[in-house]
């Protein structure tokens, strides 16, 4: 498996698929969040500099997964990278890849934000939840919300970094 540092032709798409379908399938969620991904991937690609982070893994079926940080998000102030677009195969679960991808995120964010990171998510994602934890991540705000198009407890994660 490799993993790339800057998209590839089809790339985007893949990724917006793997979102689409994974949380459809898994969570009833609408292609609302399908078109908020498409929307805000594409913003993200068409400005990324090049402090911001692009990581993709594929192998010979495409995209195995991704993470990305945004470290020029005007929402993120001092919570440091916004770490975005985390996402892995089926056919990838479980194989590390996530692992993987998340310790070169937080080895990113340790040389442009001292390891300040953040990410929303929901509850119930408990093997992102436990990957997120294990790299220093912790619950900061939790509340109910539809933000992704289907009403979930969205949850919102900091990593304190160092000074």
């Known amino acids: 498996m490799d993993i790339t540092k800057d998209f590839f032709p089809g790339a985007i798409g893949q990724i917006i698929q793997m979102h689409g379908t994974h949380y459809a399938t898994h969570w009833g969620f609408t292609t609302y969040f399908e078109a908020k991904v498409a929307h805000q991937l594409a913003a993200f690609a068409a400005r990324k500099t090049d402090q911001d982070l692009v990581l993709i893994a594929r192998d010979a079926d495409g995209v195995a997964a991704s993470v990305f940080l945004d470290l020029n998000d005007p929402e993120s102030g001092a919570r440091g990278a916004h770490v975005r677009w985390f996402i892995s195969a089926d056919r990838c679960r479980g194989t590390g890849i996530g692992r993987r991808l ?3 995120a937080v080895e990113h964010a340790e040389t442009h934000t001292q390891g300040r990171m953040w990410l929303r ?3 119930g994602l408990e093997p992102a939840l436990h990957l997120y934890r294990s790299f220093g991540f912790e619950l900061y705000s939790e509340m109910e919300g539809d933000a ?10 900091h990593r304190p970094g160092h000074a």
Do not use: I, L, R, S
């Open 148 to 157: 992704w198009g289907t009403v979930v407890k969205e949850q919102e994660h």
């Open 102 to 104: 998340m310790a070169q």
């Open 121 to 123: 998510t929901f509850a």
